[in-house]
T-cell receptor, first 116, second 109 residues
Framework: GAGVSQTPSNKVTEKGKYVELRCDPI?????LYWYRQSLGQGPEFLIY????????DSGLPNDRFFAVRPEGSVSTLKIQRTERGDSAVYLC??????????????FGPGTRLTVL | QKEVEQNSGPLSVPEGAIASLNCTYS??????FFWYRQYSGKSPELIMS????GDKEDGRFTAQLNKASQYVSLLIRDSQPSDSATYLC?????????FGSGTKLNVKP
């Protein structure tokens, strides 16, 4: 079956603009995660959805970042008033259930965000 | 503070040799451990998961877990140039993944 998909693959925006990044998880996966990865670093946790609700949003860096998953499938990460420091690759991952034994995470290809 | 530590490398090994990648973690409550491979410009790809102390083998890959020492490793036997990538160690605690910064592996033909 299809893997996790993310759109767009690349996004270039200007400082201060609003952006939306989309993630379509593997069909049937109830858990969805957003990560941010900077060059030379591992993925940094942002937010975790179990179904429609945000089970853990402790990784969101500030209130400019927000994510939704209204129907328990596709998720959108929204960034307001973008700053140059937001430039990174934003990764989405999904798992069959809450990550743990037997529920490995599978990653999408990522969206490379560049804020000029 | 949950931390996952890896040597950034690069680790260089000749083709056909065994590559040994190491990872330590700070939280004794962690129960699930993963190794991901990430090629340059690509997203992480799951290689192995391990949940119990000891060794777990899958083809050329062996994951080793020692919870008492808070240590997890990945051995790659008969290393190939196509194994050249960054290897990320990931640890789960309370449904949240914590990743190390990765070890870059170079396999020389």
């Amino acid at each position: 079956g299809a893997g996790v998909s993310q759109t767009p693959s690349n996004k270039v925006t200007e400082k201060g603009k609003y952006v939306e990044l989309r993630c379509d998880p593997i069909s049937g996966h109830t858990a969805l995660y957003w990560y941010r990865q900077s060059l030379g670093q591992g993925p940094e946790f942002l937010i975790y959805f179990q179904g429609t609700g945000a089970a853990d949003d402790s990784g969101l860096p500030n209130d400019r970042f927000f994510a939704v998953r209204p129907e328990g499938s596709v998720s959108t990460l929204k960034i307001q008033r973008t700053e140059r420091g937001d430039s990174a690759v934003y990764l989405c991952a999904s798992s069959l259930g809450p990550s743990g034994q037997g529920n490995e995470q599978f990653f999408g290809p990522g969206t490379r965000l560049t804020v000029l | 503070q949950k931390e996952v530590e890896q040597n950034s490398g690069p680790l260089s090994v000749p083709e056909g040799a065994i590559a040994s990648l190491n990872c330590t973690y700070s939280d004794r409550g962690s129960q699930s451990f993963f190794w991901y491979r990430q090629y340059s410009g690509k997203s992480p790809e799951l290689i192995m998961s391990i949940y119990s102390n000891g060794d777990k083998e899958d083809g050329r890959f062996t994951a080793q877990l020692n919870k008492a020492s808070q240590y997890v490793s990945l051995l790659i036997r008969d290393s190939q140039p196509s194994d050249s990538a960054t290897y990320l160690c990931a640890v789960i605690f309370t449904s949240k993944f914590y990743f190390g910064s990765g070890t870059k592996l170079n396999v020389k033909p």
